[in-house]
């Protein structure tokens, strides 16, 4: 009776563990959603998923960043391209990711006119009139200056003490002349004071007083000193000749190497030739 029921919970026992290995073994097939994976499953089969994916090449993710860069540049800034000709940095959708297309302007460079239209156009103008020759004004002679007379006249005291007259005439006009006189004192040692009207020059019997300058000094040979000078206008024509009688007086009132001068007295006739 022992034995058999030993018999019996053998075979329970060994039906339960049949049960649960039955139960492990359905727990351990695979199912179509894949089996359940704790987080550090998940992880692993993570990585490794990412070993099987092939690696991306940096250099093609900035191409792309460029590439979208440009897109939204295209977005601010759109320009027209022709439609026959596509820029080689077009995009399919129509879209510019670099250089935009300049369009070449060809500006047409002018041609020469033909040698024979020239030579037509030569021919066919007029030449230019030139204006008639204004008749010129004679010339008018200019008046040229010239001496029609020139020498000099002097005293003659009998002492070392007289005057000397040089005279010059020159035309001014055609009709008038201009006669200068030089009034000289020629003397050796000589003491004169000034005196106011003392000399007088007379031309055509008109006199004219003059001052006569102080003469003061002391000289063993001949001096000569410019003591006053007189000029006088006078007609006279081309052609003709004329006679001017000149009077220079000096009133000198004293006495010079022992002979008493009361005056010295130059006279002459000028004679002039045009």
Partial sequence: MKHGTSTAATFVVLFVVVILLLVILLADAPSDKGPALDNEDKGTLAWQEDDRKPQKDPTEDADADETQDGDEDEDEIKLPTLPSEKDENTTEDGKQTGTLYTPQISIPQPQPEPQQQTQQQTQTQQPEKKPDPVPSQPAVPQFVPRT?????????????????????????????????LDVYVESYTLYSGASPGALIVSAY????????????????????????????NITISDGASATVPVEVKWLFGGVYSGVSLPEIVASGDLNLYR
């Fill in 148 to 180: 029609i007379g020139s020498g000099s006249f002097r005293s003659s005291t009998g002492v070392n003490v007289n005057l000397v007259v040089y005279w010059s005439c020159t035309t001014t006009s055609s009709t008038s002349a201009e006669l200068t």
């Fill in 205 to 232: 019997g008109t006199p004219t007083a003059l001052s006569m300058p102080e003469l003061s000094f002391e000289s063993s040979s001949l001096v000569t000193n410019h003591v006053a000078n007189k000029t006088y």
